[in-house]
């Protein structure tokens, strides 16, 4: 198995896909409790300037909800 490229090395070669990665890996690391490395954490936030208010994904939301 294969581990998922880093928005520090990789992004989706689409453009308009950039955003959705970015906001599913952040939510992939919520919900997980992982650490952002410091390149990682460099990546997303320039991604995230060009993204505008891009929503997490609804199943973490939901997940997001039931822990309150």
Do not use: I
């Amino acid at each position: 198995m294969s581990t998922p490229e880093c928005p520090s090395t990789w992004l989706p070669p689409l453009a308009d896909a950039r955003c959705t990665y970015a906001a599913d890996w952040v939510a992939t690391k919520l919900r997980r409790g992982l650490t952002v490395e410091q390149p990682e954490a460099e990546a997303l936030t320039t991604l995230a300037e060009t993204c505008g208010n891009q929503p997490l994904p609804l199943a973490y939301e939901r997940a997001a909800a039931a822990g309150k």
